[in-house]
């Protein structure tokens, strides 16, 4: 792909895309296998991001980084302060240089206030101003507006046309299509590792660049083998008006045994949170769940497993493994009470019981002593499924269960899932990527800023999942 000397270029695809990827190698994050890299017609070889920000080339990711107990200005002159020939830190030309760019850009900045007291959109603000202090001439926005209000999206977009104007080219990478035909002047489409088109903005309209981000609709290639399933008529889970700010705004369902209720969404739409709450891992602020009818409150995740409800976390590594435990001890720890006598853990029943884990859910593992920290994400994955597995739920939410593995083990998981439902037990599968959503669910809704948005029954197009999304989310 090109990208032109003062141009806005978005950079669209499906989660999974490649995106992040492709950022990451581009600044030297990820070492590339193959190709060439060009900036300012000269070939680039950056072995870090820092290198890049060195040659001009800045990214200001979705997750701001800056440090925030620092000052507006010291982030921003952080690793470019001004001296006196004595060698001491020249604050007064530092500060004169902050108020030239500021004024020039219309940035309104406390320079003295530490950025942890900042809002959101004021802190992406400081990120483009210690770009532009670094001379920066082109800046890659990963996600920019999420998390912003109407106002300081439309106040970022303004600073992005004068960026433009002094000739800083913008590579803009976002899930809503709403903001690509408002700001970028070309777009560039990947799926699946691969850039599919790049198009002036001007020359398509969304339903081409959707067509180009999920392929063609082809029902039938998304009809999971446990289509012939029996689902109960009667729900086993009610959440009726659920509320806890920001994330989630009254959200009301109900899901069956045997069924896999597919819940999908751009990030930040608050699935993590929904999630969490109906866990007891974070406090309802409104709204009540019915567990078989029967009003609960959960005070703590463990009143939850009680009532046979189990969370799979979103991210694995920080809340569902311990890396440097057996495997065997992360799969029993939430159950440890069944392989004790008197206080003492049988290390032979636990044993036992992992293997038959380890079988029926084809962990790859030298044993059930292996640290799991020395897993592959995709057994990685299974053993934390196992883990909650050994509660017996009757509901399994899946948080993002598929994050950074492989397409094979993708596909195990699909089957776990599948092979659950079979025996009775509600799956709620929550993830931000639509095709494998379509792919496993019996019913899907769309989560959109905290709220449902829409509901799609199996053997819905990938495509007309995407539009409701990007329909709710522009």
């Given amino acids: 792909m090109e990208i032109y000397q003062d141009e806005v270029h978005a950079l669209v695809g499906e989660n999974g895309a490649g995106k992040s990827t492709l950022i990451k190698v581009l600044v030297g994050a990820y070492k590339r296998n193959s190709g060439e890299i060009h900036f300012n017609n000269q070939k680039a070889e950056f072995d870090s991001p820092a290198q890049a920000f060195q040659n001009g080339i800045n990214v200001?990711?979705?997750?701001?980084?800056?440090?925030?107990?620092?000052?507006?200005?010291?982030?921003?002159?952080?690793?470019?302060?001004?001296?006196?020939?004595?060698?001491?830190?020249?604050?007064?030309?530092?500060?004169?240089?902050?108020?030239?760019?500021?004024?020039?850009?219309?940035?309104?900045?406390?320079?003295?206030?530490?950025?942890?007291?900042?809002?959101?959109?004021?802190?992406?603000?400081?990120?483009?101003?210690?770009?532009?202090?670094?001379?920066?001439?082109?800046?890659?926005?990963?996600?920019?507006?999420?998390?912003?209000?109407?106002?300081?999206?439309?106040?970022?977009?303004?600073?992005?046309?004068?960026?433009?104007?002094?000739?800083?080219?913008?590579?803009?990478?976002?899930?809503?299509?709403?903001?690509?035909?408002?700001?970028?002047?070309?777009?560039?489409?990947?799926?699946?590792?691969?850039?599919?088109?790049?198009v002036f903005t001007k020359e398509v309209n969304r339903d081409e660049v959707i067509t180009m981000m999920v392929g063609e609709s082809l029902i039938n290639a998304y009809i999971s083998p446990t289509t012939g399933r029996k689902k109960s008529q009667q729900p086993i889970l009610k959440v009726e008006n659920l509320r806890r700010k920001p994330r989630v705004n009254g959200v009301s369902f109900e899901a069956s045994p045997g069924e896999v209720l597919g819940i999908t969404g751009l990030m930040g739409a608050g699935k993590t949170e929904l999630s969490r709450l109906i866990f007891g891992a974070d406090k309802l602020e409104g709204g009540q769940i019915l567990v078989n009818d029967k009003s609960v409150r959960f005070h703590s995740p463990l009143d939850a497993v009680n009532q046979g409800i189990s969370l799979v976390p979103e991210d694995r590594k920080k809340d569902a493994l311990v890396l440097m435990l057996e495997l065997y001890k992360n799969i029993t720890l939430p159950t440890l009470a069944q392989f004790a006598n008197k206080g003492v853990i049988s290390s032979g029943k636990e044993f036992d019981i992992t293997i038959q884990y380890i079988k029926k859910l084809d962990i790859k593992t030298s044993g059930v002593n292996q640290v799991v920290k020395y897993l592959s994400g995709g057994n990685q994955q299974k053993v934390a499924i196992s883990k909650w597995l050994q509660t017996e739920p009757k509901v399994l939410i899946l948080d993002e269960p598929t994050r950074g593995i492989d397409v094979n083990a993708k596909v195990e998981i699909y089957n776990i899932v599948g092979k659950l439902a079979e025996s009775g037990v509600c799956v709620i599968f929550v993830s931000s990527e639509v095709s494998e959503v379509v792919k496993v669910s019996d019913r899907i809704l769309v989560l959109s800023h905290g709220k449902i948005s829409g509901e799609f029954k199996r053997g819905v197009s990938q495509e007309e999942i995407m539009r409701m999304i990007l329909q709710a989310d522009k």
Avoid: C, W
Wanted: aromatic residues 8%; glycine residues 4%; hydrophobic residues 40%.
């Fill in 60 to 198: 200001i990711y979705q997750e701001n980084s800056l440090i925030p107990q620092l000052t507006v200005i010291q982030n921003i002159f952080l690793g470019a302060e001004r001296f006196t020939p004595l060698g001491l830190i020249d604050e007064k030309k530092i500060y004169q240089e902050y108020l030239s760019i500021s004024e020039k850009l219309g940035f309104e900045l406390p320079p003295h206030e530490e950025v942890r007291n900042l809002g959101v959109a004021e802190q992406k603000l400081v990120e483009i101003l210690k770009a532009l202090i670094h001379k920066t001439k082109f800046i890659i926005m990963d996600e920019p507006t999420a998390s912003l209000s109407e106002n300081e999206i439309e106040h970022l977009f303004r600073i992005i046309s004068e960026l433009k104007s002094n000739h800083i080219s913008i590579l803009y990478i976002t899930h809503i299509l709403g903001e690509v035909f408002r700001i970028a002047d070309r777009i560039t489409v990947l799926r699946d590792g691969k850039k599919i088109k790049t």
